[in-house]
């Protein structure tokens, strides 16, 4: 799981410009593991802005209540994904050591950055459609193929469709 992580610098830059520009409440979830625990310290420490840091003190009952309850979930390929895409919940899904075509948001994958056809080629040295079906790419640096900059045009653009769409504005982001 570790090589799917991203950054905590990305997860900080996204969460600063979900308060700033949007004024969305960001959320911390995960695990009670000491790896969870320890990223979800490092991004509050990097992060400029307030967050509510929620890993490992909810139970799975309430963090599916937040995923169902979240404008949008921020993650890599993770359960929590396919716990918010589930319950209907955008979710800004983060693939490089996954192809999302094949274990992303099945409802839904317009707010995903997907960066498995780079990984394929630089990492394996092949194209994605080369690559056996299901294969991870699992290198470290990998999810830096995602930049924080693609992350945030998704967040804009999901939150300008839900503003479109007339959803209220008492937004918030769980980032797991």
């Keep these: 799981m570790v090589l799917r992580n991203w950054s905590v610098a990305g997860y900080a830059r996204v969460a600063e410009h979900a308060i700033r520009r949007h004024g969305m409440r960001v959320m911390l ?20 802005e307030p967050l509510l840091n ?15 309850r979240a404008t949008a979930v921020l993650t890599p390929d993770a359960g929590p994904m396919h716990i918010a895409n589930a319950m209907g919940t955008p979710v800004i899904g983060l693939h490089a050591v996954t192809d999302s075509t094949r274990s992303g948001p099945y409802s839904d994958l317009r707010w995903t950055v997907d ?10 040295g092949r194209a994605d459609r080369d690559v056996r079906w299901g294969k991870r790419i699992e290198f470290p640096g990998v999810m830096d193929l995602i930049r924080i900059e693609a992350v945030t ?12 769409e007339g959803w209220n504005t008492d937004q918030s982001i769980a980032l797991h």
């Design 29 to 48: 979830c995960g695990g009670p593991s000491a790896l969870e625990r320890e990223t979800g310290a490092a991004i509050e420490q990097a992060c400029a």
């Design 54 to 68: 929620l890993i490992g003190r909810d139970t799975l009952k309430q963090a599916c209540a937040l995923l169902a």
């Design 115 to 124: 960066r498995y056809a780079d990984a394929a080629r630089q990492f394996l």
């Design 153 to 164: 045009e998704r967040l804009d653009a999901l939150i300008a469709t839900r503003l479109i």
